[in-house]
């Protein structure tokens, strides 16, 4: 087994960007069909997959204990969110149930969750220069 120089950090934070700018997407796509008969909004779940790769004082471990067990090492690239129609009544007398508000409050939300992990990445890309910067 090689040695990782990101680690497994890098490839879960990356994937939250990845994530939260498709959930952007949606919510700029519910905010333009606002005005489409018809049209039910949209929202992409991927929190509950996550969580999964989050370090947990409470989770059960598992544990190789003999060579021939299969090991278990999850891939966070297999994360798929699932686009989900909000069942929420319409708004308007055509059908259409976009709360502009509401959508406006989910895509301010995600654009700082998106900027904070941002940030965590930039910051541990930093450190890794300053310890290459150290070595030399």
Do not use: C, W
Request: no cysteine; charged share 30%.
């Amino acid at each position: 087994m090689g040695f990782n120089l990101f680690g497994p950090t890098y490839s879960v934070l990356s994937k939250v960007l990845d994530l939260r700018a498709q959930r952007q997407t949606l919510i700029a796509s519910n905010i333009a069909n606002a005005e489409t008969p018809r049209y039910k909004s949209k929202q992409l779940k991927f929190e509950e997959e996550l969580k999964n790769f989050a370090p947990s004082s409470g989770r059960l471990k598992l544990k190789k204990t003999d060579p021939k067990h299969i090991p278990f090492k999850p891939d966070i690239n297999n994360i798929n969110p699932e686009i989900v129609l909000e069942d929420t009544p319409p708004i308007r007398a055509d059908g259409n149930n976009v709360d502009l508000d509401k959508e406006f409050v989910k895509m301010s939300k995600n654009q700082l969750m998106y900027n904070t992990v941002a940030q965590i990445l930039g910051k541990k890309f930093k450190g890794l220069i300053s310890a290459i910067k150290e070595v030399r």
